[in-house]
């Protein structure tokens, strides 16, 4: 006797194995490393397949809920928004110099921004106090 219910079990463990795959799949895609980020999201591709395997009811929703934290916990490439490793100097996938960006406080007023690296050297002009200062005088 077949019954639909027999498959129950079956479809359960397709879609637990299909999405902890794709987790893993989907986390080396966005560039996600081990220790990135504390706790328990510092998991690497491996770690959120595994504990998808094991948990898949806490791991797997807790993965989506964290996803752009990890995708964005990446230094990306200015030019085409590509992950790039720590400290590359070239983009691998549109090959542009990958430029860190520095957190920057005006002297004067106090307002934060992000500059380029290869501003640091100049004069900049606060958004806020249109005030003009060199720029490594504002870095943080
Ligand atoms: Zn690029
Ligand atoms: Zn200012």
Not at 88 to 107: L, N, Q, T, W, Y
Not at 118 to 134: G, H, L, W, Y
Request: aromatic share 10%.
């Amino acid at each position: 006797m077949d019954d639909i219910a027999d498959y129950f079990p079956l479809m359960i463990i397709v879609l637990v194995l299909g999405t902890s795959f794709w987790v893993f799949i989907d986390a080396n895609k966005i560039g996600v490393k081990a220790g990135q980020l504390s706790g328990l999201k510092g998991m690497g591709p491996a770690g959120w397949l595994f504990s998808c395997l094991l948990l898949w009811i806490i791991a797997f929703p807790y993965y989506l809920a964290v996803r752009e934290q990890l995708k964005f916990a990446q230094p990306r490439c200015l030019e085409c928004g590509g992950v790039v490793n720590e400290g590359a100097r070239k983009c691998v996938h549109c090959g542009s110099i990958v430029e860190r960006m520095f957190d920057v406080c005006c002297p004067a007023c106090g307002e934060k921004g992000q500059l380029r690296e290869s501003r640091m050297s100049d004069e900049i002009e606060c958004p806020a106090c249109k005030r003009v200062f060199p720029a490594a005088a504002a870095k943080v």
